[in-house]
């Protein structure tokens, strides 16, 4: 039941608190859905991809729900579903999840139990990316409890670290789109296909 | 000159897209400085403060310095240098450089409103929300402070103080798409059928006065199906709301589809709203 990142999920991760290092950002992570029946629950989600959702306010209702909405049957489309979500705060030096994460990550775990909040320290963001900046929290009796994270979290950690770096040497980030670049232009694509394929020249 | 312009551009606009002006703004005092005439200074302030964000100290030094000589007693500049201490980190620092500037001159509003920045960086939310409350009693028509406290409070969860300040923001600016359409979210956050109904008024206000205003129109819809769903209402309520509601899906279907003509990428955002709006519509009836 422990999560794991692809390299494109961390990627878009890392590229969206890049782009707005003033502001807290968070967003949605989502896995395949699998052929087989039968949970194995000590079998790892692993996340394929993660949908950037806001940057700036991030505690207002209206906007989320419809994000969580439309996202959803987008999941439903692709055969995906929502397992986490991640957030970086605005200040650097913190990185707890805070009520809203509690709240969205409780949204999730209604459908997916084993729902995992990723934190991004933005302290530690660096253009080499030498080491995994995220911090995996996951809900144990009631509490949100950190994870040791470390090369296992990651599909291919070598690869992420790589093609992460590069991405945001190249500044990659601004041409990233969160679901408030798309509610401003509707013509943004919160899929990201720009930066997907990136990740794949790169791979 | 092209660059010149793009600086002023996102100074008039208070954008923070701090490394392209510290790629344009270097440029243009290292190559063209002799020609910018007294612009020049306005240049330096702002490429300053994007340098500050981009942890270019070595340029924010610089264009400090230009301006240290320039203008030696200025307290505009003493702001400057104190914000170079925050980006340090040196907050006691800055907090004591501040407080000299207020002590030469008490209305000088950057100044407070520096300290009040610091308390936020610090993780001192409610000090910041005390002093900028203090503040804005002297200062009651500042705008951006009282948005900056609105902001404060949402992030405390403090809906209710949030709303007033949005309150105070619409009567001032009724015009203001922006403050509606975020008061309305606010409002929605809040909960409670009254807030409800409050809320979808004012995102269809925000609609009026800026018919694009997707926030708005998804505020709308989201809101007239909760008010049209909820067990409370009374008939003609509920059959309004729908209407209300219908409506909206109409708009946001139609905004789609302009929006995705002649592009492949977003067939697959049309269709997942064309569900949304199924899906919800379900649950209204």
Redesign the interface.
Known sequence: MPIILTTQAYCKMLLHAAKYPHCAVNGLLVAEKTKDNKKDPSAPVLCVDCVPLFHGTLALAPMLEVALTLIDTWCKENRYFIAGYYQANERTKDFRPNQVAEKVAARIAENFGETAIVMVDSNRLTMSCFEPIVVIFDHHENKWKSRDVNQDCFEDWCEAQKITSSLLEGRSYEQLIDFDNHLDDLRNDWTNPVINKSVLDLC | FKMRDKLRKWREDNC?NS?QIVDVGEELISDHGSKLGDDVWIIYEQVMIAAL?CSRDDLAMTCLQELRKQFPDSHRVKRLSGMRLEALERYDEATKYYEAILQDDPTNTAARKRKISILK?Q?KPAEAIRELNEYLEQFVGDQEAWHELS?LY??E?DYGKAAFCLEELMMTNPHNHLYCEQY???K??Q?GLDNLEL?RKYFAQALRLNNRN??AL??LY??ASHIAASPKVGAKVKKDNIKYAAWAANQINR??K???RG?K??K??V???E??LE??QITMS
């Open positions: 923070r490394e964000d960086a993780g902001e949402i992030n969860h309305a979210e606010v929605y956050t909960g809320s997707m926030r998804f505020g989201m809101s905004a789609y302009l929006a995705g592009t990428e977003n697959c955002s269709k997942a709203v569900e949304m899906s919800m």
